[in-house]
């Protein structure tokens, strides 16, 4: 084969020094028959099942209106209303700041707690609008709630 003009053994693969003879492959790999592999393979396949969850639901132990079941309770709602509600708000483990952090939602978020932690159906406008018309009814049924349930 002839060499072109100005080639030079050399330069082949863009550097002086380089032998084109050291990238021949000499041998070849075994047949896939003599190779040794030991591949394990596991197929873990889980079996469906078929599982119904059954949620208890729950109501108030004590109504709404049902502030003459514990009087003490009811009149420190009525008369000292925000230590009734600080009182409460450490009763559901919860800060004491909480009704002067969030004086206009105070009850409706520990309502919420209850309610969720009971499951007791219901939802944020039952909440709000027992919190915001009855606030001293919905502070002692909590209170009592939280009594009853033996929650704390």
């Known amino acids: 084969m002839d060499q072109p003009t100005g ?40 079996q469906p099942t078929n599982t119904t969850i059954i949620q208890q639901t729950n109501e108030w132990t004590t109504g709404l209106c049902g502030c003459f079941e514990d009087c003490a309770d009811c009149a420190a709602a009525w008369f000292c209303c925000w230590c009734h509600r600080c009182y409460l708000s450490v009763k559901l483990k919860e800060s004491c700041c909480l009704p002067v952090c969030c004086c206009c939602c105070d009850l409706m978020i520990l309502r919420m707690k209850i309610r969720t932690m009971r499951n007791i159906p219901g939802g944020a406008i039952s909440d709000c609008c027992a919190t915001s018309f009855c606030g001293f009814c919905a502070a002692t049924q909590m209170s009592r709630e939280w009594d009853n349930s033996n929650m704390g």
């Open 7 to 46: 080639y030079s053994p050399g330069y082949a693969y863009g550097y002086e020094g380089h032998d084109p003879q050291q990238n021949v492959i000499t041998t070849q790999p075994p047949p896939m028959s003599q190779m040794q592999h030991s591949t394990n393979v596991v197929v873990v396949q889980q």
